[in-house]
């Protein structure tokens, strides 16, 4: 066997029972892309971060249109001091579940400050956002029960249902005429757990959460919704979708995360159900993980309490996301969502080859993006997907879609 003959190296892993060998289609296909001479868009290295909206790529100053540093607090004085400060005083890392040792001072006050921006009774932190998904899901509901949720959850939400032993019942995605049948013909022993999202991530679309949670009561379900692309800036007090959709009383769970607005990283879930605090000791994704560094808390704590005073960078915001859209719209681009529903705007392509020609001629043009394929996406779509970030300039607004033109143009994707 020689290292360059693909079809001998496959047949000889089928043999050996080489347990990598079911990937070879993919690592043929990435290979084929990169033989292109593209630059890999799943292997970008931002070599200096100069700020939530500027990085150092390949020598290349870049402006981030692919970060979910939606209120850009990566590099609020205040949140940075606090991380700092946590680090000096509490060291680098707990060691240890949250059950045992891993419960400091810190990972209290982020729950309380959760508490006080969600005006929740109660508040959990967990590692990461994925994690609380995978908590939730699995634990709540048993052999008996059902959870029904949007085909296009995110993978946490489906991964944590795999882990559990409900019964899934998936409703097409967004539609509330869907989610009502489907929950007419449940039988009517057995808990029912709706799943929802606020803003759907790879489209940027929202979840039309007042009708949808109308149809969840009326079923007798309890309601989940995962804010994680909602929190920071839907609804006055930027709690998410469901608080500017007016629901706040009837959903049962929120599900959010530190790795988007709160800028940094670990993930949530709060409630006003009285039993609620029983989650700590049954479920298996807080229970058997360490919990996050003290100044990973101590910065989330920060964030979140200024996040509730974070009007003017709503506002901002939701004017980058507005002139993005109708700017690439008017250059020609097919946009996901007729209007910006959100902060994420993807721009459909129609084959893998002009998206990953666009992408790399946005790279170069000093612009990230997010690529996103198939099985990520929905319906097989080809996506580049933009999220804007409240410290985005006007100036740098137009600098992107300066650039979009430009890119557009060469690879053939507008006229
Ligand atoms: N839910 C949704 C809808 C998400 O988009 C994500 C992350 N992209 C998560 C949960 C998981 O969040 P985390 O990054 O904190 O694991």
């Keep these: 066997m020689t290292p360059d003959d693909p079809d001998r190296q496959s047949a000889d892993d089928a043999a050996t029972g080489d347990l990598f060998s079911k990937f070879d289609a993919l690592i043929a296909e990435r290979q084929a892309l ?4 593209v630059r890999d868009p799943f292997g970008i290295v931002m070599d200096e971060v100069l700020s939530p909206t500027l990085a150092m790529i390949k020598g290349k100053e870049t402006i981030l249109l692919g970060t979910y540093n939606y209120m ?11 991380g700092k400060q946590a680090l000096d005083d509490f060291g680098s890392g707990t060691t240890g579940s949250r059950v045992l040792n891993g419960t400091y001072q810190g990972h209290k006050e982020c729950e309380e400050a959760l508490k006080a921006f969600y005006g929740t009774e109660y508040a959990m932190v967990f590692s990461t956002g994925y994690q609380a998904n995978l908590g939730l899901m699995s634990t709540i509901a048993g052999k008996e029960d059902y959870i029904i949720l949007d085909a296009d959850s995110h993978a946490s939400i489906y991964d944590g249902c795999a882990l559990g032993n409900a019964q899934i019942v998936r409703f097409r995605h967004n539609s509330v005429e869907d989610l009502d049948k489907r929950l007419g013909r449940l039988p009517a022993t057995g808990g029912r757990l709706v799943v929802l ?10 979840a039309p959460l007042k009708e949808m949670v109308a149809v969840a009561k009326k079923h007798g379900a309890m309601i989940a919704v995962d804010e994680a692309h909602g929190m920071g800036f839907f609804g006055p007090n930027g709690r998410g979708v469901f608080e500017e959709a007016g629901v706040e009383a009837d959903v ?3 599900i959010g995360t530190f790795s988007k607005s709160v800028g940094t990283v670990g993930g949530f879930i709060v409630s006003n159900h009285p039993k609620f605090e029983v989650l700590r000791l049954v479920c298996r994704p807080y229970v058997f993980t360490a919990s996050l560094p003290p100044s990973v808390v101590a910065t989330a704590a920060t964030s979140i309490r200024k996040l509730m005073h974070a009007g003017d960078k709503r506002a901002h915001l939701w004017k980058n996301s507005k ?11 097919n946009i996901a969502t007729p209007e910006a529903q959100s902060a994420i705007i993807a721009i459909l392509l129609p084959d893998q080859a002009q998206t990953v020609a666009m992408w790399q001629a946005l790279i170069e043009q000093g612009v990230y993006v997010n690529m996103a394929r198939p099985p990520a996406t929905p319906a097989g779509m080809f996506l580049l997907r933009c999220s804007l970030c409240a410290d985005h300039s006007d100036t740098q607004v137009d600098q992107i879609l300066e650039r979009f033109k430009a890119a557009g143009r060469a690879v053939g994707a507008i006229g």
């Design 34 to 37: 990169l033989d292109t001479g």
């Design 197 to 206: 999202e606020g803003v759907y991530s790879m489209l940027g679309d929202i």
């Design 72 to 82: 850009g607090m990566t590099f609020d004085p205040d949140v940075v001091a606090a």
């Design 252 to 254: 049962d769970f929120v």
């Design 323 to 333: 002139r993005l859209h109708k700017g690439l719209r008017d250059l020609g681009f």
